[in-house]
């Protein structure tokens, strides 16, 4: 079972990669849009990538609450359970 | 016709020969070939497997993250289009994005993204497709990139006419700018189709040079040579070439160094064929007719052509029959180059980065070569140098011809400046 901060860094290095946001950016209190500049595209990259990485899946209609960090590592964390 | 004149004050290319114009021009003068080897896995499995990669990786110059947006056709559009901007000196200059246009073609459009895509659906279903697949693979998509980077709100056109685009975009600019709905325009052409499957097809129809493919190997750097009786197709290439083409008087008032002036732009559709040109070159011959009419030129002042000669058996000689349909007896005093040559056919991509050329040779006042003209064909009646040529002082004027499948003939008439 990965834990919170693995998953948190996984996640940081999609983030990375797919908005250039600097990985050491990517934590748990951050928001996507507000705080890390994801727009909605990028946001459906990242979510694409994060299922892949995590074998999880996260259906279209919860990335609307998967609002920072925090959310989407914790949806992953349940969703893996 | 608006007596507007119109100028180019800006270049910038990423072509195989050179990752920026000063290089690629170089290049081109020493009769550099950028043909070469592909090294992809999936080249191993065509029947033709060289083509003119760019000389400088688009990853080398851009964003990493920005460019992970753009398919590789409008990595070389931004590349082209940074360099043009900056040469031009319009960072800072004031002008209003009301009165900045692009007209920024591709022949194929996004063809690597699409194709890319669709093996990612194939290999792990709908849900890994990408949000971005579509405006990236648009053909659109590189006029519409660079026009978001400059905050171009006049236009932005994107001309198909395959390989007539790029060419075709210069006609539009300067169009825009003679109907008074820009001031400045970037202009041009990109292609990125080195893909197993435009490769393959284009192998299939006969049109790519089979030379140099087989087994037994053989020298990359002397497939492309147009006019020879060696000639069997042309040789893929990619790139990009912007030119910021802009009304004169703008261009004055704000102390721009000028390269030439566009003089006219021809237009015509041969109606022929889907992908043979009309073997008499009728619809090339009125195009260029149209080009010098529009720029009220004296064919005896044409003393320069970058043909469109993509070292096809029919293509090559059919412009020859337009040229001296054209210029008649003048014919003997003008210095005709192909630098497809060197650079491969950049399809969408090849009347930009020929533009370009064109006029640098005014510029300079110097032809570059054609390579691998070692027995001209003898139905060609042209005077092409195997080496760098000089042209002569005085107000002259270079033509840019390009021809594309679907019949399009695109031809522009640039006058040196002094």
């Known amino acids: 079972m990965a834990t919170t901060e693995e998953i948190r860094a996984d996640l940081a290095d999609i983030v990375n990669e797919v908005a250039g946001v600097d990985a050491d950016d990517v934590q748990l209190d951050k928001s996507f849009v507000d705080d890390l500049d994801v727009d909605s595209l990028s946001m459906v990259e990242v979510v694409v990538a994060a299922e892949e990485k995590f074998g999880v899946t996260i259906p279209d209609d919860e990335v609307k609450n998967l609002k920072t960090v925090g959310d989407a590592v914790a949806f992953i964390e349940r969703s893996q359970g | ?418």
Not at chain 2, 53 to 70: G, H, I, M, N, T
Not at chain 2, 189 to 208: C, D, Q, R, S, V
Not at chain 2, 272 to 301: C, N, S, W
Request: glycine share 12%; hydrophobic share 45%.
């Open chain 2, 1 to 418: 016709m608006s007596s507007t004149r119109v100028v180019v004050t800006g270049l910038g290319a990423t072509s195989p020969v050179g990752g920026d114009v000063p290089t690629t021009w170089q290049a081109m003068l020493a009769g550099t070939s950028g043909i070469g080897y592909l090294d992809d896995e999936w080249a191993e499995s065509l029947p033709v497997r060289i083509g003119g990669r760019v000389a400088v990786e688009p990853s080398e110059v851009l964003d990493r993250v920005k460019a992970r947006r753009l398919d590789r056709s409008s990595q070389f559009a931004m590349v082209a289009a940074e360099q043009a901007w900056a040469d031009a000196g319009l960072e800072d200059s004031g002008l209003e994005p009301e009165r900045l246009g692009v007209a920024l073609a591709s022949g194929i459009g996004g063809v690597t993204t699409l194709l890319a895509n669709y093996d990612t659906l194939l290999a792990k279903g709908a849900r890994r497709v990408s949000p971005l697949a579509v405006p990236m693979l648009m053909p659109n998509a590189p006029a519409a990139n660079v026009s978001l980077k400059y905050g171009a709100r006049a236009a932005v056109h994107a001309p198909t006419s395959a390989c007539a685009s790029g060419n075709e975009a210069i006609a539009m600019a300067l169009d825009l700018i003679r109907l008074g709905r820009a001031d400045v325009v970037i202009a041009g052409g990109t292609e990125a189709a080195i893909h197993p499957l435009p490769m393959a097809a284009f192998a299939n129809m006969m049109a790519l040079s089979k030379t140099a493919s087989g087994e037994e190997g053989g020298d990359p750097t002397m497939v492309s040579r147009p006019w020879d009786t060696a000639r069997d197709g042309f040789v893929l290439g990619e790139g990009g070439a912007v030119l910021i083409i802009e009304s004169e008087e703008h261009a004055r008032a704000r102390g721009a160094k000028i390269y030439a002036e566009v003089r006219g732009a021809g237009i015509s559709n041969d109606a022929h064929d889907i992908a043979q040109p009309d073997p008499e070159g009728r619809g090339g011959t009125r195009a260029i007719k149209m080009a010098l009419r529009e720029g009220d030129v004296d064919p005896a002042t044409v003393v320069h052509v970058n043909a469109h000669a993509t070292s096809t058996p029919k293509g090559d000689i059919a412009e020859g029959l337009m040229l001296h349909a054209v210029l008649g007896e003048h014919v003997d005093r003008c210095v005709v180059t192909s630098t497809k040559s060197m650079t491969g056919h950049l399809l969408g991509g090849a009347g930009a980065l020929e533009a370009v050329a064109t006029v640098m040779a005014l510029h300079d006042r110097v032809s570059p070569p054609t390579i691998n003209l070692d027995d001209k064909d003898p139905e060609v009646d042209l005077d092409i140098p195997t080496s760098r040529r000089e042209l002569p002082e005085g107000d002259i004027v270079a033509l840019n011809n390009s021809f594309g499948f679907g019949g399009a003939n695109v031809a522009v008439a640039f006058g040196s400046v002094t």
